[in-house]
């Protein structure tokens, strides 16, 4: 499992995780849509945490600059 994301594809993604969350608890969001949104906050954050997208893998992208 190689990284094939930059930083600000991390950040960004981290960002929209938040974002998420303070809507959800601002009840700006709830039932079906706070749910599905909520997964994919999720899923934002564990591949930022670990700077792997599984999604990058089969359409050869990579956000992460070359060294």
Do not use: H, W
């Not at 990284?3 to 950040?11: H, K, P, T």
């Not at 564990?46 to 792997?52: G, L, Q």
Request: charged share 15%; net charge positive; glycine share 6%.
């Amino acid at each position: 499992m190689k990284a094939n994301m930059g930083l600000a594809d991390r950040i960004i993604r981290t960002l929209l995780a938040v974002l998420v969350a303070v809507l959800y608890f601002t009840g700006q969001i709830s039932g079906l849509a706070a749910l599905l949104l909520g997964v994919l906050a999720v899923v934002f954050l564990v591949t930022s945490a670990i700077a792997f997208c599984p999604l990058y893998v089969p359409l050869k992208i990579s956000t992460k600059k070359k060294e």
